[in-house]
């Protein structure tokens, strides 16, 4: 059973695809094997005009979060959180080709959102 957290990040997930998913913007599935989501994107868009957006996906009243990565504690939403993100995924050894090629091509030009 879902908690309460749970299903509002869900439903702040879903509002994030309704509001992305249109005038050319793909959905991009750089997700991670399993149930848990730590060290990976909540959603990832690249927008038509070949930028990307992340968007964080909260639950209820959450607060951002950060991840220690090599150069230290890195707050969600900064560029050093964005590639210590890159480096995990790229590190798992569970992306596919083509997850690892949008990889290659994603960058740090991306535009970061918080949705609730």
Known sequence: ??????????????????????????????????????????????????????IECKGGESPLKGRTGTNGYNQQGTKEYIQSIIDNLRASGKLTTAQLSELNNFGLATKYWTNR
Not at 8 to 25: K, P
Not at 27 to 36: F, I, R, V, Y
Request: aromatic letters at 8%; a negative charge; proline letters at 2%.
């Open 1 to 54: 059973m879902k908690t309460v957290i749970e299903s509002s990040e869900q439903i702040a997930e879903e509002m994030a695809d309704i509001r992305f998913l249109q005038n050319g913007v793909q959905k991009m599935d750089l997700s991670l094997p399993g149930a848990g989501k730590s060290g990976q994107f909540d959603r990832v868009y690249k927008n038509a005009d070949g930028s990307w957006s992340v």
